[in-house]
């Protein structure tokens, strides 16, 4: 990362090098023995695979929403599809009769089940496998997931990383921001939540309800996102510390 790449915390703005190398209060990564990620939208690039299937689709109904538009309905979309469990397939079964919905339009067969059809094809972002290997050398890392299990698993060999645990919706029978899904993954982790540190990209589906149960969080929000939140329900939370990429959290946590 170049010294104008920035982070956010709650003191203010900062490069990477002035919290590395100046006397900026921030956290201190000795206090945690395992990080526990969000995986779609922290790890993988879900905006470009949840566009790559949305925009044809609605492009074949005559209709053209901007990148934005269709994230931020997405998010809204999927969310209320979540309040009550249901396999992350119908899920996304619900996301796209939704906009069809909105949009006046009956989804064929074929479409409602194309967002999980092109699951097993979402990418990393560039720094995740690395950010994750150099990570690992220090920490223990762990999953927690708003997926079924089947879509992980054919996610997993992206990662080309070994998780302590993983804790999916589906075992928890529970969605992110429920508190289920984090219980069981607590369990599973075997340490203290004061001893865990969440990593990821929605303030709604991850950093409020870690907090609420006494984990440090971390909010990545990358710049390159399409409208600033991402794929996910808008909220207003305050993380511990605020980063751009995963290779950030990696130099702060472990060391260039």
């Known amino acids: 990362m170049g010294a104008g790449a920035f982070i956010f915390v709650k003191q203010g703005v900062f490069t990477v090098r002035e919290i590395i190398e100046g006397d900026i209060e921030m956290l201190d990564f000795s206090n945690y023995d395992i990080l526990t990620f969000d995986c779609y939208g922290t790890l993988i690039d879900w905006e470009a695979g949840i566009l790559s299937v949305l925009k044809p689709m609605l492009s074949r109904h005559g209709e053209a929403l901007a990148d934005s538009e269709i994230l931020e309905q997405y998010g809204d979309y999927e969310a209320a599809a979540e309040r009550h469990y249901q396999s992350y397939e119908e899920v996304l079964r619900s996301v796209a009769r939704a906009f069809g919905t909105h949009l006046s339009f009956e989804p064929t067969a074929a479409e409602l089940d194309a967002l999980a059809r092109s699951i097993s094809q ?83 589906h991850d950093v409020l309800p870690a907090q609420a149960l006494g984990l440090s969080t971390v909010w990545i929000n990358r710049p390159s996102r399409r409208n600033g939140v991402g794929a996910v329900k808008r909220a207003e939370g305050k993380p511990d510390l605020e980063l751009p990429d995963l290779q950030s959290l990696a130099a702060l946590a472990v060391g260039r």
Not at 162 to 175: G, K, L, N, P
Not at 177 to 182: D, K
């Open 122 to 204: 979402w990418q990393p972002w560039p720094d995740t496998v690395r950010a994750l290997h150099k990570l690992r050398s220090r920490y223990q890392l762990a999953i927690i997931s708003n997926i079924d299990d089947h879509f992980f698993s054919a996610t997993l060999p992206r990662l080309q990383t070994d998780f302590q645990s993983v804790t999916t919706a589906q075992q928890a029978r529970c969605y992110k921001p429920g508190m289920a899904i984090f219980k069981l993954a607590l369990e599973r982790v075997k340490v203290p939540p004061h001893r865990v540190l969440h990593v990821g990209q929605s303030i709604f």
